[in-house]
């Protein structure tokens, strides 16, 4: 019983990625963006985050990121009022092969300078 309680343990991170594929990401190329938070989904089996940030051609563009299960992300110390709408914060993460702007997170950069991960492998 205790040693699959530890299997369990152990095995979880890697149940959370693997049930959910990220082929649709670009996951060998990560980008940096910044922008100011519109709102957070705090949805299973995956949080989704939405920001805007300012494109080469000065336009705001919405994106929205995807996050690791609300569980995993309480691990990495997320709470759901570590950030709120307005917020500003620093995205790195696997964009969208599809060039929509979505992206797969890796770390997030809060505005206090705050660095929490967001997916268990960067
Ligand atoms: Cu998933």
Do not use: C
Request: charged share 20%; glycine share 6%; proline share 5%.
């Amino acid at each position: 019983m205790r040693a699959l309680a530890l299997f369990l343990l152990l095995t979880a991170p890697l149940l959370a990625t693997a049930h959910h594929s990220v082929a649709m990401y670009d996951n060998d190329n990560l980008i940096t963006l910044s922008g100011t938070v519109t709102k957070i989904e705090w949805t299973s089996p995956h949080v989704f985050l939405f920001f805007t940030s300012e494109n080469d051609a000065g336009e705001l563009v919405e994106w929205s990121v995807e996050l690791d299960p609300p569980v995993l992300l309480r691990r990495y110390g997320w709470r759901q009022s570590t950030v709120q709408a307005g917020d500003e914060i620093v995205f790195t993460g696997a964009p969208a092969k599809s060039g929509a702007p979505a992206m797969r997170g890796a770390i997030a950069i809060l505005s206090d300078g705050t660095e929490l991960r967001v997916w268990s492998r960067v």
